[in-house]
């Protein structure tokens, strides 16, 4: 398959005439990291020039209904205009699969999450997110196939999650789940489950049940995703989080599974510190399979 044929439409423009092309299109442009636009001609003829970084003209194409038009990679800088007063067309914004919802949605996956499923360890299959917040890597995980159920006690996120998903025509179930319950009903089970950015929120007496209870709705051969701030003499946690596990700790909880990966190093929060910089923090990644 090329990259064409994997490409996602995440957005389409309005309609332009000859007399409403917008200045942005006609003047020298280029798209984003990560996004390739498609020109569709509906009627009338339209010119298409290439340009290099300095605006000057490196390539012209005539393009019509009947013309096979081709994606404007990412970043190529270029212009267009009108070559007939019949012009109608759109223009397409497309991207791979792994970033349609952080360009529809403005939701990116978890980077542990996406190296999980790019690695090849993770394929489509029923998956849950504990913790799903607003459902970013539980809406990526669907779009690629998975069966998902997604839980949170934000009920309002997990509304939206729904709703997108509903839009979307993906299999997500969405609803409340307090995790601290470590009372996953005993009727269901899951190749995949995962919880990035969570733990440190939960109540750390539960933490060996909550796990306890995700390993034993884990079906032989899955996975479990955990990513958490952790607390070290050498990286003293600086934020008031409930939980942060203590060096080696989460390993242990997995002594009898396969780890796929296993690193306690450090990362940063989205949110910032008083200076405008990431808060850094020591982090417990762990990528792990059932084996029996």
């Given amino acids: 398959m090329t990259i064409d044929q994997q490409l996602l439409c995440y957005k389409r423009l309005p309609n332009w005439t000859a007399t409403t092309l917008p200045e942005m299109v006609t003047q020298k442009h280029n798209t984003k990291v990560g996004t390739w636009a498609k020109l569709t001609i509906l009627s009338g003829s339209l010119h298409f020039y290439e340009l290099d970084e300095q605006g000057e003209v490196t390539a012209e194409h005539l393009f019509t209904p009947e013309t096979e038009i ?13 070559a007939s007063d019949d012009l109608e067309c759109y223009l397409s914004f ?17 980077s542990e999450v996406l190296e999980a499923v790019q690695s090849g360890h993770i394929k ?11 459902g970013r890597n539980a809406l990526y995980l669907a779009s690629l196939g998975h069966d998902v159920t997604a839980v949170d006690v934000n009920n309002e996120a997990t509304q ?10 993906y299999n997500v179930r969405a609803g409340y789940y307090d995790i601290n319950a470590a009372a996953l009903p005993e009727s ?13 929120f939960l109540d750390p007496d539960q933490i060996p049940a909550i ?22 003499e050498e990286h003293p ?10 060096e080696g700790e989460l390993k242990n909880y997995y002594s009898d599974w396969e780890l796929v990966k296993y690193n306690e190093n ?12 990431p808060i850094a923090l020591q982090f417990a990644t762990m990528l792990a399979k059932k084996v029996k």
């Fill in 70 to 82: 081709p994606f404007v990679e990412p970043q190529a800088w270029h212009r267009i205009a009108a």
């Fill in 94 to 110: 497309y991207c791979k699969p792994e970033d349609y919802m952080a360009k529809k949605y403005d939701t990116r996956a978890h």
């Fill in 124 to 134: 489509p299959g029923r998956t849950l997110d504990l913790g799903c917040g607003h």
């Fill in 160 to 169: 939206r999650i729904q709703m997108i998903a509903d839009e979307e025509n």
């Fill in 188 to 200: 269901e089970t899951f190749d995949f489950i995962l919880s990035t950015v969570v733990f440190m």
């Fill in 211 to 232: 796990i306890k209870n995700m390993q034993e709705r884990t079906v032989v051969g899955g996975y479990n995703l955990i990513v958490c701030a952790m607390d070290t």
């Fill in 237 to 246: 946690c600086t934020m008031p989080f409930p939980f942060t596990f203590e």
């Fill in 266 to 277: 450090l990362g940063h929060l989205h949110r910032l510190d008083e200076y405008g910089n």
